[in-house]
């Protein structure tokens, strides 16, 4: 217990002192080295540091491994967020050409995968209770009649609440400069996973062609997509060959998955979205197609009530009419091309090519 005396000073005025032996006591207790802590989970590693020599990284990335510690490993799967379309913990690139329902889809999805648990009424979401969708270039009252529109068709009424589901119409803004901001977004609403649309207005004056100008963009998607898996909504190049992401070709390198949408209608006037998908741990279908439920009017954002999965590859009648418009952008294609490029099959490309060749033969004997 401390001890305490009052002395005077050379002022005569009273003081408190405190006992000799405590302020030595204090001394030394300053004095002694901290006591070192171990977390338990990191135990194990430091065991197997100290038998082989070689200590692990403190924060554990720079570790470096031998043959037998990955055969030895537990390798848990990686789960999906949207059955393979979005992976945990990863990030998808969804691209093309202006009104091709980019946007449109992946707030559908949004809406949908906390209401159905799926996604176009096809994809397990199995897991979603919570989505976030940012928009940047679509007017707020835009996105309101959409949403009006998708509850009809998920028999949603005006009154009912879907906690889950939220969204933001921010406009344009620098998505560097606003990393805290959507950090806090996802801090407070939890999203099980999130879409940001679209990448061009998120740049500001950032060269999307040049590398080392998008290095920092690239490299925040793949560090907010830890926190949150997202699906990025970008541009495709203004052609009708090149069915990808606009900008440098390392971009789509950060992501898992990637898709481009092609919007077809059939002969019935019918509108579908045609679906390449990429992924590096590899998806069951990578062709396939979307049809657009409608509702009344189309030039209303209301009448839309949402898209469902519509067949594997392309809807019947559509699949010639899309080799043909990239005939028309580029007669030189092969067959190859064609298919890879539509998600066809080989011999169905090969006589379309054909077809073409010919018509084009007849025409200049003419």
Known sequence: MKQETLVQNENGV???????NEVVEEQHAEERPTESRVVPGEMKHLEEGLRTGRLPSPDGRWTVHDFQHAMKA???QTPWVIEDLLMAKSATLLSAQPHCMKSLSLLYACLEAVVRHKVFNHFKADRVKSTLFIETEDPEGVVQARIKGFAKGLGLRENDTVPGFHYACVGAFDLVESRGKLEDMIEEYQPDFMVLSTLQSMLFDRDWLNQKSMQPVNALIVELAQLCPLILVTHSPWNRKD?????????TANYVTTMHYQRVANSGKDQYVHVLLDSKVGAVGTSFSLKLETSGELRDPSAVRGLTYACQGWPSGTAKAAMLDLLEGDPDLSAKELSERTGTGLRNAEKVLKE?????LSGSKK
């Open 14 to 20: 009273p003081e408190e002192s405190t006992n000799k």
């Open 243 to 251: 069915r990808r992401a606009a900008g440098t070709i390392t971009q």
């Open 74 to 76: 537990k390798v848990e």
């Open 356 to 360: 073409f060749k010919g018509q084009q």
